[in-house]
């Protein structure tokens, strides 16, 4: 499913118009981005937890030349399930 069928498939199942359920998408989006940008997490009960997780420093290789790499350490948004969506996977 891509951003435009579950526009579509909000759209439908709340009966409200496609454009705001566009905007709808766009505003959680945009307010689970700027909570994580502040290192803060963001949880749905029954669906999962937005985190940022710490990636640390480490060698790599460069799998053209390889050749040894410095990788530097980073930030990456990560998401842990909630019991009711593993639930309604399995």
Do not use: H, Q, Y
């Not at 040894?68 to 996977?89: E, H, M, N, Q, Y």
């Amino acid at each position: 499913m891509n951003k435009a069928e579950l526009i579509d498939s909000i759209a439908e199942s709340a009966e409200i118009s496609k454009a705001a359920a566009g905007r709808a998408v766009d505003a959680l989006t945009a307010a689970i981005a700027t909570a994580l940008n502040k290192d803060d997490t963001v949880t749905l009960v029954g669906f999962g937890t937005f985190s940022v997780r710490k990636r640390a420093a480490r060698a790599g290789r460069n799998p053209r030349t390889g050749e040894p790499l410095k990788i530097k350490a980073s930030k990456v948004p990560g998401f842990k399930p909630g019991k009711a969506l593993r639930d309604a996977v399995n």
